[in-house]
């Protein structure tokens, strides 16, 4: 089974924190996304990675930035955390359409 | 963006009942996925119906696609205890991304 991991499950950082979210996944999947989720908005797209070192904006990158040195690897970078940014995050890797997600992290901006 | 979109956005019923959602999107697709979340967790692929296939089975799940009317169903029959949880219709947009619409929370009364 593909397994996706993220390098935790709760976290609270303080406002103007720099947080790195961690996502790794054991399938050599070339596709990695990372969303945040919302009450009633479902999950918006923030950046997805179709290679090593490549990287797309998703629907809502501003405020984040992300990092694919490896392939297993795609992290997600709060610059300058803000109460705004209060959200569950999502990892997932792709193998055509289907996704495979981590267990979520659920980051609190005090 | 969103582009499907959960009816109804929260469905309580019976265990042993059958469960129904809705999900309607607005432009054309090259396939549909149905995902499943419980609560606080990342989400889980239980199928994907192509544009070309009107009706798929998975053991107690039927998805439905109606490209002319642009919507899909999901049921789930003989529901179980296990089966409360938020479910999630995705639609292709372009070669890595999908699109999410906000999701059913669907509850399974003992």
């Known amino acids: 089974d593909v397994k996706v991991t993220q390098s935790s499950r709760y976290l609270v950082k303080r406002t103007g924190e720099k947080v790195f979210l961690e996502c790794v996944q054991d399938?050599?999947?070339?596709?990695m996304f990372w969303y945040r989720q919302d009450p009633g908005l479902g999950l918006r797209l923030i950046y997805f990675?179709?290679?090593?070192?490549?990287?797309e904006k998703g629907d809502i990158p501003e405020g984040y930035s992300v990092s694919r040195e490896k392939k297993e690897r795609f992290s997600l970078i709060l610059e300058s955390a803000s109460t705004n940014q209060t959200s569950m995050y999502l990892c997932?890797?792709?193998?055509?359409?289907?996704?495979?997600f981590g267990p979520g992290t659920r980051l609190t901006v005090l | 963006s969103q582009q499907g979109e959960e009816d109804p956005q929260a469905l309580s019923i019976q265990e042993g009942e059958n469960a129904t959602m809705n999900c309607s999107y607005k432009?054309?697709?090259?396939?549909l996925q149905w995902y499943r979340q419980n609560s606080g967790r990342g989400l889980v692929h239980l199928i994907l119906?192509?544009?070309n296939e009107r009706e798929k089975h998975s053991g107690r799940l039927r998805v439905t696609l109606d490209t002319s009317k642009k919507s899909s169903s999901l049921l789930i029959t003989a529901s179980r205890a296990a089966d409360t949880a938020s479910y999630f219709c995705?639609?292709?947009?372009?070669?890595?991304?999908?699109?999410w619409g906000a999701g059913t929370k669907l509850i399974i009364k003992p």
């Open positions: 990675s179709y290679d090593v070192k490549m990287k």
């Open positions: 432009t054309s697709i090259n396939n």
């Open positions: 119906i192509r544009s």
């Open positions: 997932a890797s792709s193998l055509g359409q289907k996704q495979f």
């Open positions: 995705a639609t292709d947009d372009s070669n890595y991304q999908l699109i």
């Open positions: 399938m050599d999947h070339e596709n």
